[in-house]
């Protein structure tokens, strides 16, 4: 199993920025992508940025050029730095960590709120 711990939601104005942090631990060795998902009250959960061991990257259309996934393997660590933030932009933002052996697996963290006032 993989746990996974978010950190870094909150309230911000619109405008503003904010850090999300998600941390990895438990088995671990065949995980290769990390990234970002969030679900929006009334809405699906929908991805919003992803990030292999070797630093590929996609985005969501709706964040590109304003969020940046980066991850420090060495910390298992994925982050999602979120400038120019909308009121569009809350939701519940969720941490994934997925497999690359047989299994492809999906793990998903407890998610932690951004809301984002006007």
């Known amino acids: 199993q993989v746990q996974l711990v978010e950190s870094g939601g909150g309230l911000v104005q619109a405008g503003g920025s904010l850090r999300l942090s998600c941390a990895a631990s438990g088995s671990i060795w065949s995980i290769n992508a990390m990234g970002w998902s969030r679900q929006a009250p009334g809405k699906q959960r929908e991805l919003v940025a992803g990030?292999?061991?070797?630093?590929?990257?996609n985005y969501s259309d709706l964040v590109k050029g304003r969020f940046t996934v980066s991850r420090d393997n060495a910390k298992n660590t994925v982050y999602l730095q979120m400038n120019s933030l909308k009121p569009a932009d809350t939701a519940v933002y969720y941490c994934y960590a997925q497999r690359d052996d047989g299994s492809m697996n999906v793990y998903w963290g407890q998610g932690t709120q951004v809301t984002v006032s006007s």
């Open positions: 990030i292999t061991r070797d630093y590929s990257t």
